[in-house]
């Protein structure tokens, strides 16, 4: 093969092989963050997409005492 030929080769490899690591990058790192979400609400007892409950206990304690 000439070096024509392996540039030919080379550049659809290496720009077809950085989008599939781009796109494995963000699939572990999302990964990575709803397991720590999922750890935190397990410790805190929250719902999925709500206020933990510590935080309504902390309002609802200002207002008492306001």
Excluded: E, H
């Excluded at 796109?23 to 999302?30: A, F, I, L, N, P």
């Amino acid at each position: 093969m000439t070096t024509p030929d392996r540039v030919a080769l080379w550049l659809p490899f290496c720009l077809v092989g950085g989008i599939c690591g781009w796109s494995w990058y963000w699939y572990v790192r999302s990964i990575i963050f709803y397991y720590k979400k999922l750890r935190f609400q397990r410790r805190f007892r929250t719902p999925i997409f709500g206020i933990p409950l510590m935080m309504i206990a902390l309002l609802r304690s200002r207002k008492k005492n306001s």
